[in-house]
């Protein structure tokens, strides 16, 4: 794909005339999250509340669990957000479930494309076929949330990486449950396009919050996640750090962001980290 043109997304982008506070674009780098937060510890003010960091080839990059995520050079939108919240940090909880919940809005308004959020931090597209703890879905992108400890008297900063599969081929996907926006039939497959509508999405819905003072259900945020996550409503094994596992009916998200299974006894199971496998598919 072609390169993206940096000069043009700063004009679109960068105050005055655009909504951020800060935009760097590199060539190449391991992860974005891991150089913001970096630079963040060794100089708290190198990037203010909504700043953004915008990596054209990404050969390293985190997801949950310390698991690895590369692509080929200029296929996928990479880039991570720097946000300064000052809501309750017991709210923070919420924050990778909202930068979802932005970006399932954006790739809905801009490629067209049904994506939905698959607890916590997985985009989703639909497939034809199924895969095994997919479902009839394909994963099209992730979600990285990180919270930085700043010097005292200062607010934790949140580093919010995203990483989307635009335009990759199925030879170049790593694993069968994966996809890009143009395997998925989107409407547009330009990362430009992409990354002005989710910086768009992801401060709207980030504003949101701080007027509710990090209220889920007092901003209608929490509702409108549940509306576009497809974990819920279906029968769920949850892998749990250390080996364990839950299963049962993904039935709700709790006030921080939890997911909530209730198993065939019918006790439920507040879960806050797990690998989510859908045993079955619908709503």
Request: with cysteine.
């Amino acid at each position: 794909m072609p390169a993206l043109r940096v000069a043009e997304l700063r004009d679109l982008l960068l105050a005055p005339a655009g909504p951020l506070a800060r935009v760097e674009v590199v060539e190449a780098t391991e992860s974005t999250n891991t150089d913001l937060a970096a630079t963040l510890r060794s100089d708290p003010d190198s990037w203010p509340d909504a700043s953004v960091l915008v990596a054209e080839h990404q050969f390293g990059g985190r997801g949950r669990a310390g698991r690895s995520w590369e692509t080929p050079a200029g296929t996928s939108l990479t880039c991570s957000f720097v946000l300064r919240p000052v809501t309750p940090p017991a709210s923070f909880g919420w924050i990778g479930l909202l930068a979802g919940l932005g970006t399932v809005n954006a790739l809905r308004a801009t490629a067209g494309v049904p994506a939905t959020l698959k607890w916590p931090n997985d985009l989703l597209v639909p497939a034809d076929t199924e895969v095994e703890g997919w479902g009839a879905a394909r994963k099209v992108g992730g979600i990285l949330t990180e919270v930085v400890p700043l010097p005292p008297g200062q607010p934790p900063a949140v580093v919010i990486g995203i990483g989307v599969n635009v335009s990759q081929s199925a030879d170049e996907l790593p694993v069968p449950s994966a996809t890009s926006l143009a395997l998925a039939g989107a409407q547009h497959v330009d990362r430009e396009s992409l990354l002005v509508a989710i910086v768009a999405a992801q401060l709207q819905v980030a504003q949101r919050w701080r007027d509710s003072g990090g209220d889920p259900a007092g901003s209608g945020l929490g509702g409108e996640v549940a509306a576009v996550c497809s974990t819920l409503g279906t029968t769920v094994r949850v892998e749990l750090p250390g080996g364990a596992s839950v299963s049962g009916l993904a039935a709700r998200l709790d006030g921080d962001g939890a997911l909530v299974v209730v198993d065939d006894a019918g006790a439920e199971h507040r879960v806050l980290a797990g690998d989510v496998r859908h045993v079955r598919t619908g709503r």
